[in-house]
C-alpha cells in the first residue's frame, strides 16, 4: 500500500490543533491511518504552508436556489427576502441546474465535503447522484393556513419518495415556526424519529412577535402573499415553545440562524429535549449580514455550551458557498474565539449533526474526511486573506 504523509505549520485534528511536528498519514485514497511525530514519519512528507484541516462540513444550504446570486437586494429584512424568494420564478430550468453545477464546484474547491441541503423541488437531484459531495437532503415543508396542509404534505412527499429512491440520504423537515400550521406539524412528525431534522429558527425578532401578540412584519408578508391568516391565533409564546415538543424522537437536531434566541430559549431546550438528543445551533453569518444585518448573539450559545454548526445559506443571500469565509466573518465580530473552536465548528460537529461522523470531520483513523489546506493565516489566527483549497 502506498502512504502520503502530510505536514504543515498546524495540524488541525477536528478537535484540536497540534504543532508542525506532527505528521498526518493516509492511504492512496485519503483515507486516515495516523498521525506520528515527525521523527518516525519517514521520508517523501508533503510539506504546507499554513494549517492542515478536515474537510468542511456546510449544515445549512440550499444549492437550489444558486441561480439567484446577485438577484435579492441586501439588508431589507427577512419578510422582503422570502417574498423575493418566492416570487422570482422567471428563469429556465436549465439556467437553475448549471448554476446548482458551478455552486457545486465552488464548494468543493473551497474544502467543503459535506452539506445539508435544504429542497423544495427535485432540481438539485442529478448533480447529488454524481456523489461528489455527501448530501443530507431536508425536503422542507411549509403551509401555513390549515387547510392546505394536506396537499403541501402530499407535494412535498413526492420530492422526498424521489431522493429516497434514488439512494439519496433524505429527511421531511418543517420550513419555519411561522409557516408550518399545526395540520402540517402533525403530518409531518412521525417522519421524525431516529432521524436528523432541521428548521429555520428566531431568524428575524418578529417571529417571536407573531406568536407572542400576533402581529409584526409576518402578517404583513401573508398579506402581500394574499394568505389568508384571520384563523390565526397567537398561543402567547415564544416562537420555539410552540414546536419544539414536535422534535421529540428525532436524533439530531439543527436550529438555522438563531439571530433573535435568547438565553430563555436555551433554558426551555434543556429542559425539554430527550436524552441522548443532539440539538445544535447552525450559524449563517454572511447570510444573516445579507438579510437582516444583524449576528447571533455567539457569546451565550458558547457559555451555554451549545453545539454550533456552520451553514452558508443559499447564493440568493451570500456572494459564495465557503465555509473559511464564514468563520473569517464570526472572527472579525467576534475576535475572542480562538480559531480551534471555529474549525471544530466547521468539520466536527457539523458531521455529528448530519449524523455522518463516522466517516467524516475529524482525522480518525479509518475516516476519509478530506484533507483542506488554510493558507494565508498569521500563526493559528484567520486574516482577511486566509483561503481554503482541498487538496485530497
Ligand atoms: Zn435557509
Known sequence: MNYRKFKANYLFTGKNILDNKSVLITDDAGKIMDIVDESSAGNDLEV????????????HCHLELSHLKGCIP???GLVNFVFKVVTERH???????DAIDKAEKEMLQC???AVGDICNNTLSLHQ??????????????????PDVAEARFEKSKLYYDEFVQKKQETFLVPHAPYSVSQNLWGKITPYFTQNVVSIHNQETFDEDEFFINGFGSLVEMYKIMKVDNSFYQPPKIRSL????????????????????IQQQDLDYIKNIKSKNQLVSFCLCANANIYIENKLPPI??????????????DSLASNYQLNILE????????FPGIPLEALLQWATINGAKALQNSDKLGSFEKGKQPGIVLIENVNGKKLTQHSAAKRIL
Not at 504546507?48 to 449544515?59: C, D, K, Q, T, Y
Not at 428563469?91 to 441546474?97: A, N, S, Y
Request: charged letters at 15%.
Open 74 to 76: 441586501e439588508k431589507t
Open 128 to 145: 447529488k447522484e454524481n456523489n461528489i459531495l455527501y448530501y443530507t437532503n431536508f425536503i422542507e415543508v411549509s403551509g401555513w393556513h
Open 299 to 312: 457569546g451565550m450559545l458558547l457559555q451555554n455550551e451549545c453545539n454550533i454548526v456552520i451553514g452558508t
Open 241 to 260: 415553545q410552540t414546536y419544539f415538543a414536535n422534535f421529540e424522537r428525532a436524533a439530531s437536531v439543527i436550529l438555522v440562524h438563531n439571530t433573535f
Open 111 to 113: 474544502g467543503i465535503v
Open 326 to 333: 464564514e468563520l473569517k466573518t464570526i472572527s472579525v465580530n
Open 91 to 97: 428563469f429556465d430550468q436549465k439556467e437553475i441546474t
Open 48 to 59: 504546507f504552508n499554513g494549517i492542515l484541516s478536515p474537510g468542511f462540513i456546510n449544515a
